[in-house]
């Protein structure tokens, strides 16, 4: 079955960085797009990052361009996203989700669990 499992978060202060893994098993990873998504308390689930199966198209939420970096591993099964210059509004819970094809999807078939990140000093 599809698993995806992230890690990563935690707590960090404004101005830091941290790096997201998403591990996923139970299909051929290398032939879907990948998104990143967040929730935080009170919003609306946000769109951050997208990206194709083989990496070499994204696209990021205004909100995060410039500072976050969404980018994969195919050999090693794992999505990242890698953020930069964290602001105390990034705090919240961070799921990836598996696109149904090969191109960018706003529609996932499958999602993880999340992991929280808190920027705060």
């Known amino acids: 079955q599809v698993q995806l499992v992230e890690s990563g978060g935690g707590l960090v202060q404004p101005g830091g960085s941290l790096r997201l893994s998403c591990a996923a098993s139970?299909?051929?990873?290398?032939?879907?797009?990948m998104n990143w998504y967040r929730k935080a308390p009170g919003k609306e689930r946000e769109l951050v990052a997208r990206l194709t199966s083989d990496g070499g198209s994204t696209n990021y939420a205004d909100s995060v361009k410039g500072r976050f970096i969404i980018s994969r591993d195919n050999a090693k099964n794992t999505l990242f996203l890698q953020m930069n210059s964290l602001k105390p509004e990034d705090t919240a819970v961070y799921t990836c989700a598996k696109c149904p094809s090969f191109v960018r999807c706003h529609g996932p078939d499958y999602w993880g669990q999340g992991t929280q990140v808190t920027v705060s000093s």
């Open positions: 139970g299909f051929t990873f290398s032939r879907y797009a």
